[in-house]
Nanobody
Framework: QVQLVESGGGLVQPGGSLRLSCAAS????????MGWYRQTPGKQRELVAS????????????NYANSVKGRFTISRDNAKNTVYLQMNSLKPEDTAVYYC?????????WGQGTQVTVSS
């Protein structure tokens, strides 16, 4: 049974930082490109950051949506089956529920997500 558990969200002022974590109970976790997605009410879920798999403990190359490039950093620890998203210089438009999942062939059972609210 695949399980994705996101945590680390909260309320933060504009310009602040948060670090999200995603614990994934996935066999062969290190093989998969993993991503962080976000969704706001009435909008489709969008992929904001991804990191390739591979043999190293910390994964491979990263990719970012233009809206978060230079502010967000995705990383992973394959030994812990965990993906992280460091979010700096947060803006009100980053407010959303954040999820993690595979990028290619996302699992149908998404986690509960973690709410990020950026507001003064």
């Amino acid at each position: 049974q695949v399980q994705l558990v996101e945590s680390g969200g909260g309320l933060v002022q504009p310009g602040g930082s948060l670090r999200l974590s995603c614990a994934a109970s996935i066999s062969s976790f290190r093989s998969y490109t993993m991503g962080w997605y976000r969704q706001t009410p009435g909008k489709q879920r969008e992929l904001v950051a991804s990191i390739t798999g591979g043999g190293s403990t910390s994964g491979g190359s990263t990719n970012y949506a233009n809206s978060v490039k230079g502010r967000f950093t995705i990383s992973r620890d394959n030994a812990k089956n965990t993906v992280y998203l460091q979010m700096n210089s947060l803006k009100p438009e980053d407010t959303a529920v954040y999820y993690c999942n595979r990028v290619i062939g996302p699992y149908n059972n998404w986690g509960q997500g973690t709410q990020v609210t950026v507001s003064s």
